[in-house]
Every structure is written in structure tokens, then in C-alpha cells.
């Protein structure tokens, strides 16, 4: 069956990085897009970035809290994708999942959009 493990997340600083990754099984990760989503204690699951599953489908996407910060990447090849988290702030406290998405394009911020999902890893931001 399809897996997707999240790993990386952490206690850092405000201003500190951390970069999580997210593995992949039970798929054909080259033909998927990969989503990365976050959830604050008390609040709905919100959109963070989505890559495509290649540069032919358009560049990444990123929300408005996040862009200049946090970079996604992905590698085919080892079945992951990534999420640089740079210039980390106590509001990016929050769980953070990826998910992957069978529809092509990028910005693609509706959860229903997404056909898989990891369990999510902690990242606790402190002031």
C-alpha cells in the first residue's frame, strides 16, 4: 500500500531552519505532485508549498506565510521529497504533513485534492 513518512522535524529556534523529508512508497512517486501542508494546534490544515512532479509542469507554489523562507524540492530518484524551512518564526509551530496528488499542475491548495497522506511530524518554533 502507498506510505508516506515524514522526518526532520524538531525544536529550533525563531530564525533557526530545518528541513524536512518525506519518503515514499507504494507509488509511482516520478508521476505524482507532492504537497506539503501544516496544522497549528486549534486550527485547520493549511496549504504550505506543492511541487509537480516534473519542472514541465510549472515551478513550485508557496503560501503567502511562507514564500522566500521555505523551498520544496523533490528527488525522483530516492522516492522524497523536501521542505527547506529557513528563517523559522514561533507562527510556523505546527505539524506538518505531505501529501501526494495525482493531478498534475501546481497551487493546488484544496486537501481534497490530495489522494495520499503521511502522519505528519512536529515542528515546535521557540521566541
Known amino acids: 500500500q502507498v506510505q508516506l513518512v515524514e522526518s526532520g522535524g524538531g525544536l529550533v529556534q525563531a530564525g533557526g531552519s530545518l528541513r524536512l523529508s518525506c519518503a515514499a512508497s507504494?507509488?509511482?512517486?516520478?508521476?505524482?505532485?507532492m504537497g506539503w501542508f501544516r496544522q497549528a494546534p486549534g486550527k485547520e490544515r493549511e496549504y504550505v508549498a506543492d511541487?509537480?512532479?516534473?519542472?514541465?509542469?510549472?515551478?513550485?507554489s508557496y503560501a503567502d506565510s511562507v514564500k522566500g523562507r521555505f523551498t520544496v524540492s523533490r528527488d525522483n530518484a530516492k522516492n522524497t521529497v523536501y521542505l527547506q524551512m529557513n528563517s523559522l518564526k514561533p507562527e510556523d509551530t505546527a505539524v506538518y504533513f505531505c501529501?501526494?496528488?495525482?493531478?498534475?499542475?501546481?497551487?493546488?491548495?484544496?486537501?481534497?485534492?490530495?489522494?495520499?497522506w503521511g502522519q505528519g511530524t512536529q515542528v515546535t518554533v521557540s521566541s
Open positions: 501529501a501526494a496528488r495525482a493531478r498534475l499542475g501546481v497551487g493546488v491548495r484544496r486537501l481534497s485534492e490530495y489522494n495520499y
Open positions: 511541487i509537480s512532479w516534473s519542472w514541465s509542469g510549472g515551478a513550485p
Open positions: 507504494g507509488l509511482t512517486f516520478s508521476t505524482y505532485a
